[in-house]
């Protein structure tokens, strides 16, 4: 029997397989309203198979979007756009998750295809917030040094979007701590240079990502996971390494964690990352064998990929990205190509063969 196929059961939730729509902005969204792109984006995935459907990373408050175009939870007038989402995607039979996220020094800047630089603060820039006042990259302008206040701001602002996103019918809360983001910069010893209790020890640098972990969790029903996506490692010896990921694994178990969403890189600007088929697994491997379950993710792109990672118990989930942005059907196809059953939508039963 396929493990890939095997339905996997997290809290109360059963996952129909270990397919999982890793989150992808689609920077589309206006003043972090969903769209009707978005319902036919997420949508069409959960048609074709998938297991799990994270939303892309929708923002916690308005200056944390990485662009204008990014989704948002900061206002209860975002949830009824949202919730189109998240019905469609339970009524095919998909579970929908959201990934809850700040983007920290990394916010303000220009759609993708208009170049993604920094916007500057005269055309539709804002000012940006991160653990010490140290840009991206050369050129940009520095971030401000989030306050006691601010810091205090932010873990509330992840716990209301957590009320709006189970209101607006979704069942895994992903909290955003990798890609050089808010969370991930305060891990950093790179990114974070503070001398308070969020900075300079491995408990401090932890201990932002702890408390919005605990706050998700005060909200977020017991029979629902909590993910939390790292980066667990930053492809530098100055900066976070993996061994620093296993030991904050179970911690954040203990605060309140169901899974570890392993990817990697993100806040280094000039980083040397060795991209390439299953180049991030071990990560997911070794955090797996720290005690909490894990997802993998990075190049995941074939069944019999998947379908290994599995059957090695490197992961738990496995989470795919591109593959899934060029084949919303994967999951329908990878089915047959391993001989597992898996339901076709009826409208489409006359293209089973």
Sequence with gaps: MSLLFTPLSIRNLTFRNRIVMSPMCQYTAGDGYAADWH???YGTRAAGGTGLIIVEATAVWPEGRITPGDLGLWSDDHISGLRRV????????????IQLAHAGRKASCALPWEGGKQLDLKHGGWETVAPSAIPFSPGERAPGEADRICIERIIEGFREAAVRALKAGFRVAEIHSAH????QEF???ISNKRTDRYGGSFDNRIRLLIEVTEAVRSVWPEEYPI???ISSTEWSEEGWTPEESVRLAPLLQKAGADLIDCSSGGNIHNAKIPFG?????????????????SGAVGMITTAG???EILADGKADLILMGRELLRN????LQAAAGLGAGISWPLQYLRAKV
Excluded: T, W
């Design 277 to 293: 088929p299953n180049y991030q697994v071990p990560f997911a491997e070794m955090v797996k064998k720290s005690g909490i379950p």
């Design 180 to 183: 050089g983001y808010l969370l």
């Design 305 to 307: 990929q998947a379908e």
């Design 39 to 41: 319902v036919v984006h």
């Design 187 to 189: 891990l950093s010893p």
């Design 328 to 331: 919303p059907y994967f999951p």
């Design 86 to 97: 998240a019905d469609f995607i339970m009524s095919q039979g998909s579970i929908p998750g």
């Design 227 to 229: 993910f939390v996506r």
